[in-house]
């Protein structure tokens, strides 16, 4: 047999491990790297390979099995082995803990390195054990130290307590990083802040969100307009505005979804006056509210007992055509009811029905009730309305 470079060694034996794994024929591998021996090519990749196809076939004590048996073959393993043996069990879903146990067999021969401990710890992320995770983690603190550039097992370690509820643990945990000059990147937070609007958990969102401006880091528009979203859905208004106040400051100007989230949380809390100079803001700024914030303030306006700022917003969808305008209108014409407000009301429903915009039946009824309340000429004013609604 003539010699074989190593580089083609690894080339040949990739579809003998996907062979392997199909098929089980796992005797083809070893006649590959009994050859391979004799050729005096092998390395620690050919021994990667193999790893990899025994744990994809569910054979982990066979990918153990072959790294014990690596210097048999001439090829003296290495944390390099170590690491990708860990790696390849971890793959597999619930495996960290056979990772864990050939780990603590072979860290006392091998002394295990930053990544060793990074791809443990990314283990008990994906099956969510905290108590593991925080075993882990304080092992590494203990053999490698603190370093920035252990970013990725300190990632892992801070989202498995923030899923397992304890963010009050990885706060903590932030702090001593952010004093040994180790806290983690934007992506954590960003990931970070996803699960915590999944869990609703707006008190510890600002906390963190917190923590991470304060230490130079610069959020995004995608992630300010989460936090306004999962804070005006927490009736948190203030703090709301606080971080639309300070968009700018980090080059994430506010658009349409930022300004409509806040408006629609001060509305939703009855906040009368903030909501009304918000209004202006929003139309100074050229980001106005959607149709449906819109009829939602028309009618907070009315209960607030703001009826002109109802109209000021009724006039503005109309002047700048914030469509459909059906929804809004009705709410006006309700409003405006509600208060005996007879002749702006005639006014408002005649401009409605020229243009042909829709005013419902159950509209149409409360304008009856009212009307005919007033005596015979506000009836006569009523009767006038209907025909030409029901002509319309």
């Not at 949380?265 to 106005?288: D, H, Q, S, T």
């Amino acid at each position: 047999m003539g010699r074989i470079e190593p580089e083609a060694f690894g080339v040949c034996l990739e579809p003998y491990g996907g062979f392997a794994w199909k098929n089980k024929l796992f005797e083809q591998m070893w006649d590959a790297i009994r050859s391979m021996k004799q050729e005096g090519v092998l390395q620690v990749a050919t021994f990667v390979s193999v790893f990899g196809s025994y744990c994809s076939a569910g054979r982990f004590n066979e990918a153990i099995m072959t790294f014990d048996v690596m210097e048999k073959y001439g090829v003296t393993p290495n944390v390099v082995a170590v690491n990708s043996l860990l790696s390849a069990i971890c793959r597999e879903d619930n495996q960290t803990l056979v990772a864990l146990e050939f780990f603590e067999r072979i860290k006392t021969k091998i002394a295990p390195d930053a990544d060793s401990f990074a791809i443990l710890l990314e283990g008990w992320e994906k099956e969510g054990n905290v108590a593991k995770a925080k075993n882990t983690f304080g092992e590494m603190v203990i053999r490698v130290g603190w370093s920035p550039q252990n970013m990725s097992a300190y990632d892992a370690f801070l989202t498995t307590l923030v899923c397992g509820s304890q963010v009050d643990e990885a706060i903590k945990f932030l702090q001593v990083m952010k004093g040994k000059n180790c806290l983690p990147g934007l992506k954590f937070f960003s990931n970070a802040l996803d699960i915590l609007i999944k869990q609703n958990d707006s008190a510890h969102a600002v906390l963190l969100w917190d923590i991470m401006v304060g230490s130079g880091l610069v959020p995004n528009l995608i992630m300010y307009n989460a936090i306004i979203g999962l804070l005006c859905n927490n009736n948190d208004t203030d703090n709301a505005l606080r971080y639309l106040d300070e968009m700018v400051w980090y080059g994430a100007f506010p658009d349409s979804l930022a300004y409509n989230m806040i408006f629609h949380g001060l509305v939703n809390n009855k906040k009368v006056r903030e909501a009304g100079k918000f209004f202006f803001e929003m139309i100074k700024n050229e980001w106005p509210p959607t149709h449906s914030n819109c009829a939602a303030a028309i009618t907070m306006f009315f209960d607030g007992d703001d009826p002109e700022m109802a109209i000021e917003i009724w006039d503005y969808m109309v002047k700048n055509r914030v469509l459909p305008l059906e929804e809004s209108a009705n709410v006006l014409l309700i409003g405006l009811s509600n208060m005996g407000r007879l002749k702006e009301l005639r006014r408002f429903a005649e401009y409605m029905l020229d243009r042909r915009i829709n005013i419902d039946e159950s509209t149409m009824t409360k304008l009856k009730h009212v009307f005919y309340k007033e005596g015979r000429s506000a009836r006569d004013s009523y009767d006038s309305l209907s025909r030409k609604w029901r002509s319309s």
